[in-house]
């Protein structure tokens, strides 16, 4: 009877209800239409052990952080550093475009943010040199999706929750699979720029070396001490995400003085958030539960069995699925939905628990820059003015790259766990 919570879900849904009261109605009625209503009263047992999970202090923490940061005036001098490091080249601006969203993913862990603030200020840049709207546009996309995988990254500490395995090690796992994406970006970028004559950045137009680098050290500053004091062993995810909000205050002082309305957004913007994120995970406690009770993760797993899939190939059908999810879902929803059923059976076919949370991640940040609902594509046709679907077009040839670094990461489980085995944060 468990097919009756998509329809139910669906009747939700179609009311104008919120995701999260979707998925909670949907799962109750479920249980009183399968007959599972006496296992209700153990419910709220379920909801609080998904939530008491201390991991999951370090998300709203790292939420603000990068919160403070972005309204503290610190894009500009990411930008201007990278455009002393790379600007030259041809399609500088691109290429700026890409370095400055590997800088900006150590700050903010959100793709969306990473998007919202580069649409304001590289593709009106970029569209002065020449660069079309929808290329910009797209690369601007494209390239957001780092700022998940690179830590902090507020869907790894989710997954690390969801599944009760190392943030730390997950943080640092996810650094070499977020500089194999960026140099993949850069790859396409070069191709266009040779194609199409994109221009570089004239001399004089970027600002000396040593003082971009001096003028950009407080926000660089922070990703070296959220990394560096997990390796080291100083600070667990959720205290080094304390010193990050601390550390991000000192770095928006230094750059523009945070105002009281800034604050107060900062924590507003914090709060909902955190709250949207909990009510999703205490509406997924209830679904898991009732998946548990119909063995739904049982029967997925039979059912690989039978097909002869092994755990390449079912690895292959979940990142089909996880795609297709993130392109219509919120990353929290999908991630709180799909992995709790399918990740179980993954594991149980011999996926390691860290290479497997960056695929996932990688993955559903994937359908964040793919139709027909890409949160990214959307903020930035939103920003920029740029048609949506012109967008979604523009930016194909760069989500075939990131299918194919996908594709490679899959195949190449040590790019994920090199680093921390190599760190002793993994097995």
Avoid at 203 to 211: D, N
Wanted: aromatic share 8%.
């Amino acid at each position: 009877m468990i097919w009756l919570a998509p329809l139910a879900a669906a009747a939700f849904l179609g009311c104008g209800l919120a995701l999260a009261y979707v998925i909670g109605g949907a799962a109750v009625l479920s249980f009183i239409i399968s007959d599972n209503t006496r296992y209700l009263a153990v419910l709220p047992q379920k909801v609080f052990s998904q939530i008491s999970v201390f991991s999951l202090l370090a998300m709203p923490l790292f939420i603000l952080a990068g919160e403070l940061m972005n309204r503290g005036g610190v894009t500009r001098s990411l930008i201007d550093l990278s455009m002393a490091l790379i600007g030259r080249l041809r399609g500088g601006l691109g290429h700026v475009n890409i370095m400055t969203s590997v800088f900006f993913a150590g700050i903010s862990g959100s793709a969306v943010a990473d998007a919202a603030a580069l649409s304001n200020t590289l593709v009106p840049a970029m569209r002065e040199r020449g660069y079309t709207a929808e290329y910009a546009g797209a690369i601007t996309a494209a390239s957001s999706i780092i700022g998940p995988i690179v830590p902090p990254s507020i869907i790894l500490i989710f997954y690390g929750a969801l599944m009760q395995t190392s943030v730390a090690a997950l943080f640092v796992a996810g650094i070499l699979p977020g500089l194999v994406l960026a140099a993949a970006l850069f790859a396409v970028n070069g191709f266009y720029a040779w194609r199409d004559d994109h221009p570089r950045v004239e001399k004089g137009e970027a600002p000396p070396l040593g003082r971009a680098i001096i003028a950009a050290l407080p926000a660089l500053c922070l990703p070296i001490i959220i990394v560096g004091g997990i390796v080291l062993g100083w600070m667990t995810p959720t205290e080094a995400a304390s010193v990050a909000v601390l550390a991000a205050v000192i770095a928006a002082l230094f750059y523009s003085p945070l105002t009281l309305d800034d604050l107060w957004q900062s924590f507003s913007r914090t709060a909902v958030l955190t709250g949207s994120i909990f009510m999703i995970l205490c509406a997924v406690a209830a679904f898991g539960h009732l998946a548990a009770l119909e063995r739904i993760p049982q029967a997925i797993a039979g059912l690989v069995d039978q097909m002869g899939l092994g755990p390449v190939g079912f690895l292959l059908v979940m990142n089909l699925l996880f795609i297709i999810a993130g392109m219509v879902m919120d990353v929290p929803v999908a991630l709180a939905l799909l992995v709790p059923l399918l990740a179980p059976v993954a594991l149980a076919n011999g996926a390691d628990p860290v290479h497997l949370g960056i695929v996932i991640c990688f993955n559903l940040c994937i359908g964040l820059v793919s139709p027909p609902l890409g949160g990214c594509l959307l903020i930035v046709s939103t920003v920029t003015g740029v048609n949506y679907w012109r967008l979604a077009r523009a930016v194909m040839p760069f989500v075939v790259a990131e299918i194919i670094v996908l594709g490679v990461l899959v195949f190449t489980p040590e790019i994920s766990l090199w680093l921390p085995r190599t760190l002793g944060l993994w097995r």
